[in-house]
């Protein structure tokens, strides 16, 4: 069976550090990718969506940006945090049809 | 562009009731629809997804959705609320032609009463 991969789950970072936040999946090969943030009180915003390797689509413009040096691997990346980029971040992947989430990494800038 | 509406940031009903909770959608192609639940400092867990097959759709936890193209709707219902499905509900519409996500509505904060 597939299964998504996020870590860390909770990550508290100064601002202006950088950010690696990585996804993986199993049991599945060239799964369409995607990177979700929530912020507080807000709806879910998708960020980024590769379908292959090197291959990333940006959906709104950010400090943040995202990587796929692997078939089943998804980084989400900044080089330096702001207060603004606080939230619960997502990382899901798609099949026919249906679309799993990742449990979510929570990320506190400070 | 595809968009969601969920109409009430929070639904409260008592333990037993009917649960209905809204979502209109507007989409420029056939729509890809679903509904997910999420609880607390937890991911999306997918409840039912609509893929223009059967209108009526049955879910996990007892909770179904109908699809009702006329009225651009696609509501969730549970027939006898339990205190376990208080938690946040999204609806979501596939964009474009797929392969790139979900457009989400802003959830719907579902409370239960004892």
């Known amino acids: 069976s597939q299964t998504i991969h996020q870590w860390p789950a909770t990550l508290v970072q100064p601002v202006g550090s950088p950010l690696s936040l990585e996804c993986t999946v199993e049991?599945?090969?060239?799964?369409?990718l995607y990177w979700y943030r929530q912020a507080a009180g807000r709806g879910l915003q998708l960020l980024f969506y590769?379908?292959?390797?090197?291959?990333i689509s940006s959906e709104v413009p950010q400090n943040l940006s995202a990587s796929r040096p692997q078939d089943r691997q998804f980084i989400l990346s900044s080089k330096k945090l702001l207060l603004s980029d606080s939230g619960f971040y997502l990382c899901?992947?798609?099949?026919?049809?249906?679309?799993?989430f990742g449990s979510g990494t929570r990320l506190t800038v400070v | 562009a595809q968009s969601v509406t969920q109409l009430g940031s929070h639904v409260s009903v008592s333990e037993g009731a009917l649960v209905l909770l809204r979502c209109n959608y507007s989409?420029?192609?056939?729509?890809?629809l679903f509904w997910y639940v999420q609880y607390p400092n937890q991911g999306l867990q997918l409840l039912l997804k609509?893929?223009?097959?059967?209108?009526l759709v049955k879910g996990i936890n007892g909770f179904e959705a109908e699809f009702k193209k006329s009225e651009t709707s696609f509501h969730l219902t549970k027939p006898s609320a339990h205190m376990s499905d208080a938690a946040e509900y999204f609806c979501?519409?596939?964009?474009?032609?797929?392969?790139?996500?979900?457009?989400f509505g802003k959830g719907t904060h579902l409370i239960i009463q004892p």
């Open positions: 979501a519409v596939r964009k474009g032609g797929g392969a790139d996500g979900l457009t």
């Open positions: 989409s420029s192609v056939p729509p890809y």
């Open positions: 609509y893929t223009s097959a059967a209108t």
């Open positions: 899901a992947w798609s099949g026919t049809y249906g679309y799993t």
């Open positions: 049991g599945t090969s060239n799964p369409n």
């Open positions: 590769s379908v292959g390797i090197g291959q």
